[in-house]
């Protein structure tokens, strides 16, 4: 996760961080990413069931009945470990986690157990009277996926009036005074639409908005024709930039980040380095905190059938199962040797990524796209746009 306005437009410095002793149990939410014990964010796939069906669902989800998901007891026991683990963040996912039954019971006895509960959904389901319990038990966030504005987001979704479904529930939940922001997945289809998502940000009063760089994952693989090149990549990050840029010169500064591509950052950072180079040095500070790609350590994933993951994005390796062990002591567990690896990658990883001048605040990218390119976990990122030059091998 790399936050483009709290490293580009400076509204979070290292000073910030060390003020709360840069632990992750006395952070406020939008310094967590920089903590120093790094103790995971956990994303609870609460169902893999999901009213829609996203032609790049990482979960492969449909409006179908799955055998196997932990029931209520079950999904308060593992979440009476996280709490004692001090995990700080619960993001409840899926598929669509307001499809279960049981979603306001398990959210609010989360929160009860003092953790920070957030929400990713398609919004489609969100009523006013589930948004005033949203409130009630004191959600921290609810994340609206999107993916652009009027037509795309249906198309995206393969449902029509999905846009205006999930931006009704987007409001609800505004005017109730929740805070709400907005999901973008990058892609070769949509990516013309980022100045009308920054738009959309202004006019619908939206503090936050999320780009994610295209997970190969789920039915996300068959679209990797769609993944974007160097030069893509390059232009949208400046042009993400200096999107960013031109709301906070017009006095509306929203939160915005990019999840997944931990190549922005140095990307940033040079280009502080040209633009502003006396903030430079504590935009560098702060990715050093932040240290990039942080699967299997700093955020991991427990799905519906309680298997632990390294993310949400990479299911394909399991630790262990909540069911016989607990969260706790399956992360930090290093005799899994891809476990050990993710707490220990620098001398494991291969080729660009071994030599990258920009490891200690890139963490080598991510190790699932590795593998699904190369069939190695431990080889060079594909989607790293830098130059050899700018990573310090030539």
């Not at 998901?69 to 009476?80: H, M, S, V, Y």
């Not at 979603?103 to 009277?129: Q, W």
């Not at 380095?273 to 702060?286: I, P």
Request: glycine fraction near 8%.
């Amino acid at each position: 996760m790399i936050g483009i306005s709290k490293l580009y437009c400076g509204t979070v410095k290292t000073a910030d961080v060390l003020r709360y002793g840069a632990h992750s149990a006395k952070l406020p939410s939008h310094l967590l990413q920089f903590s120093e014990d790094k103790k995971p964010v956990v994303v609870l796939s609460m169902t893999r069931c999901c009213n829609l069906q996203c032609v790049h669902c990482y979960s492969n989800s449909r409006d179908i009945e799955y055998p196997g998901e932990l029931d209520t007891a079950e999904g308060k026991a593992r979440i009476d470990d996280l709490a004692a683990f001090g995990a700080p963040v619960l993001l409840l996912s899926g598929g669509e986690p307001l499809m279960r039954p049981d979603f306001i019971d398990l959210a609010r006895y989360a929160v009860r157990k003092g953790m920070r509960v957030s929400v990713s959904t398609n919004g489609t389901l969100i009523t006013e009277d589930m948004a005033r319990e949203f409130r009630e038990i004191g959600l921290a966030y609810v994340g609206i996926s999107f993916d652009g504005v009027g037509d795309t987001p249906s198309r995206f979704r393969s449902s029509q009036g999905a846009f205006e479904t999930a931006l009704r529930g987007l409001r609800i939940c505004r005017d109730l005074g929740i805070k709400v922001g907005v999901r973008f997945a990058i892609t070769k289809r949509n990516f013309r639409e980022i100045p009308a998502i920054f738009d959309f940000l202004a006019q619908e009063d939206i503090p936050r908005i999320c780009f994610y760089h295209l997970a190969d994952a789920g039915r996300g693989w068959n679209l990797r024709e769609e993944d974007l090149s160097r030069e893509e990549a390059r232009n949208i990050m400046d042009l993400l930039i200096d999107c960013t840029r031109e709301l906070f010169e017009k006095g509306s500064e929203k939160e915005v980040i990019t999840v997944d591509n931990h190549c922005d950052g140095p990307y940033i950072y040079m280009r502080m380095l040209r633009e502003n180079e006396s903030r430079a040095a504590d935009v560098l500070k702060l990715l050093k905190m932040n240290k990039g790609n942080n699967s299997g350590v700093g955020i991991g994933c427990v799905s519906w059938d309680g298997e632990v993951h390294p993310d949400q994005f990479w299911r394909n390796h399991s630790f262990g199962n909540i069911r016989k062990r607990q969260f706790s002591e399956i992360w930090m567990d290093t005799s899994n040797d891809l476990m050990a690896g993710l707490k220990d990658r620098r001398l494991r990883l291969k080729g660009r990524c071994e030599k990258c001048k920009w490891l200690d605040i890139c963490g080598g990218n991510s190790r699932a796209l590795a593998e699904a390119f190369y069939d190695d976990p431990w080889a060079p990122d594909p989607t790293c746009y830098l130059t050899d030059e700018e990573i310090g091998i030539i």
